[in-house]
């Protein structure tokens, strides 16, 4: 038996195995995002392993497994640049990130024998030293960083056959954007969907002015072909080049990837409850709390200890299958008059907007 | 955990065969119970995947060994195939997330899902814990007993282990 498994084995020479960069020419999340799954499912990496780079135009990119309500500021990320800024999902596990021109994507394809991080981060450190000078490390959580602030952030896919590593590498990214996009507080919020760790992070251009996108593409790129020099590939992702690349690009922007795929979870706020509707007028609080699955609120209950909204608790339940988003309350606050339940439906709205 | 696990599946396995064992001198009952630990061995099969399966008649329960569970680290989430979906063998059926990457899963046994472990998506640790007992996957109603035996048993897995092929 352990002889035969032997036999089978293909033992593939490091030096035989070709090595290509690739550069995509798109800035758009779900189209790299799609790309990256093309290649991914339609490639053998056993003797050839390949290198994507690319930027995006401004977006989140949440794990796979993540709650975008919970890592995002959700209701504010139409604001943030002045075409917004878009949220993805991606199909690796890990933390959220924040993307712009600013920031550069790199993806290592192999079989899932070579699939080593590790070795990926050593290459990215070796060629901004010999490129800059400037020496970033690699921390035990697979990060770079500089000091203790992290300039990239690391995820993986790992399939049957086939692997890809993935890192963000921040060069000249816009940190007012980051923080507002991404920052907040916590929410009481209860889900078995994995969390980032929030980490403080610099741009490597802060650390050495010279860095740039261009130069961290030929200085990676290259160190990557070594010794050979020759296979730099500009990609133009379209479906004519990459047959049904619309059709995954198509599911990765849909709200039902996207916010859809959201592992379970429950969504708790207190409000103060206007005066006016109280006899005695003392400070007392009305409980909102929303159970959301698949994106749609499965459950909202009210914990209410004055009584007065026991009607409201009963039609609040409309709510029940519609997308967790505000607009599913704007369209049921216009058409209401009654002023107990425009509160309550505010709060769910508040709920909604400030998770 | 093993000895404890295999007592009860041979004292099953002495009351269901009263005849058989009639047939045999009580000699032959010692050396059975001697012989329980492989006796558990054979009943759990492995892929070279490193995904197990335990027969119950028609049912087989999947996991991941403890090989894998190791090469993961810290798993943090799992997605389990929804109970009635019908898995052909080697299809893409979930995932594991451990430190930072999302591992697929694949299904080791074709066959409709007949249960999935809840306790593992809300604690996907138990994985890590206990990989062959509380961290089992998912169960399945077994539709092609030759898959079973193309699989390899405890054993053979060890002698694979050792093997340059696994990783």
């Known amino acids: 038996m352990k002889s035969s498994f032997r036999f089978l084995s293909k033992v593939v020479d490091a030096s035989k195995i070709k090595r290509t960069v690739l550069i995509s020419q798109s800035n758009d999340i779900y189209t790299n995002l799609a790309l990256e799954d093309w290649i991914y499912r339609k490639y053998d990496f056993e003797s050839h392993n390949i290198l994507m780079l690319w930027c995006n135009d401004p977006c989140v990119v949440i794990g796979r497994y993540q709650n975008p309500w919970l890592e995002a500021n959700v209701a504010d990320l139409p604001y943030v640049t002045d075409a917004g800024v878009a949220l993805a999902r991606r199909n690796s596990g890990g933390g959220t990130v924040y993307h712009d021109r600013g920031n550069l994507n790199l993806t290592f394809f192999t079989s899932k024998k070579q699939y080593d991080r590790k070795v990926n981060l050593r290459l990215i450190k070796v060629a901004i030293y010999k490129e800059y000078g400037l020496m970033v490390d690699i921390s035990p959580r697979d990060d770079l960083v500089v000091g203790d602030l992290k300039v990239s952030g690391t995820a993986a896919k790992l399939g049957r056959l086939s692997a890809y590593h993935h890192c963000t590498l921040l060069v000249d990214a816009n940190k007012t954007n980051i923080s507002r996009a991404l920052q907040k507080e916590s929410s009481e919020i209860k889900t078995t969907a994995s969390r980032s760790i929030r980490s403080k992070v610099t741009n490597l251009c802060d650390q050495n002015s010279a860095i740039t996108v261009d130069g961290l593409i030929s200085a990676i790129g290259r160190e990557f072909l070594l010794p050979a020099d020759d296979d730099f590939q500009y990609v133009n992702p379209t479906n004519a080049a990459f047959p049904e690349l619309d059709k995954i690009r198509a599911n990765l922007g849909e709200w039902e990837w996207c916010f859809g795929r959201t592992p379970k979870f429950t969504v708790t706020k207190s409000f103060i409850i206007p005066s006016k509707f109280l006899v005695d007028g003392r400070d007392q609080k009305l409980g909102v709390v929303i159970t959301v699955e698949n994106g749609r609120i499965s459950d909202v209950q009210l914990n209410d200890s004055t009584g007065l909204f026991s009607l409201e608790a009963l039609m609040i339940n409309r709510l029940r299958e519609c997308k967790f988003t505000p607009e599913t309350v704007d369209g049921l606050i216009q058409s209401l008059l009654e002023e107990k339940y425009k509160f309550v439906s505010d709060c769910v709205r508040q709920v909604m907007t400030s998770i | ?167």
């Not at chain 2, 197990?52 to 195939?81: M, N, R």
């Not at chain 2, 046994?109 to 640790?125: A, D, H, I, Q």
């Open chain 2, 1 to 167: 955990m093993v000895i404890q696990r295999v007592i009860p599946r041979v004292a099953l396995l002495i009351n269901h065969s009263t005849t058989l064992n009639k047939a045999y001198n009580s000699r032959n009952v010692v050396l059975r119970l001697i012989s329980t630990s492989q006796c558990n061995f054979a009943e759990r099969y492995f892929t070279k995947k490193h995904e197990w399966v335990e027969v119950e008649g028609k049912i087989g329960i999947v996991g991941i060994s403890d090989y894998a569970q190791s090469a993961l680290g810290d798993v943090v989430y799992a997605q389990l195939p929804d109970v009635d979906s019908v898995l052909s063998q080697k299809d893409e059926c979930g995932a594991l997330e451990s430190v930072k990457a999302a591992s697929e899963l694949y299904s080791p046994v074709s066959g409709r899902v007949v249960e999935k472990n809840e306790s593992v998506e809300e604690t996907p640790s138990l994985i890590n814990t206990s990989c062959y007992d509380k961290g089992w996957l998912f169960k399945v109603e077994l539709t092609n007993d030759k898959e079973i035996t193309a699989l390899m048993n405890e054993s053979q897995y060890k002698e694979f282990l050792k093997s340059d092929e696994h990783h």
